[in-house]
Nanobody, 118 residues
Framework: QVQLVETGGGVVQPGGSLTLSCTTS????????MNWHRHAPGKHRELVAQ???????NYTDPAKGRFTIPRINAKSTAYLKMTNLKHEDTAVYYC????????????WGQGNQVTVSS
């Protein structure tokens, strides 16, 4: 069974940093685009960051300049490194893995709460 296991969430003060991890199993991690999404109370789920198999990255506006999304293929793991966190970053963060066009599969992690609070 394919698994995406997320770790690293928690409570952090405004201006602080936090790193989320998404470790996959039973997929060929190297061919998957990895994405991080978040879902804040009362808002729609939104894409935060993306990294392709060739490590091309894309960030949406909330993440630009503050978040990075590295991946380590040897560990089948993608990360979301968040800095200068703000109250509005409070949300449940989800990772997902999207397969290429020739292997259209999609998997999701369980979600991880990040709370930015003083």
């Amino acid at each position: 069974q394919v698994q995406l296991v997320e770790t690293g969430g928690g409570v952090v003060q405004p201006g602080g940093s936090l790193t989320l991890s998404c470790t996959t199993s039973r997929i060929n991690f190297n061919i998957y685009t990895m994405n991080w999404h978040r879902h804040a109370p009362g808002k729609h789920r939104e894409l935060v960051a993306q990294i392709t198999p060739l490590s091309k990255t894309n960030y949406t506006d909330p993440a630009k300049g503050r978040f990075t999304i590295p991946r380590i293929n040897a560990k089948s793991t993608a990360y979301l490194k968040m800095t200068n966190l703000k109250h509005e970053d409070t949300a449940v963060y989800y990772c997902n893995a999207d397969g290429p066009d020739w292997h259209p599969t999609r998997y999701w992690g369980q979600g991880n709460q990040v709370t930015v609070s003083s």
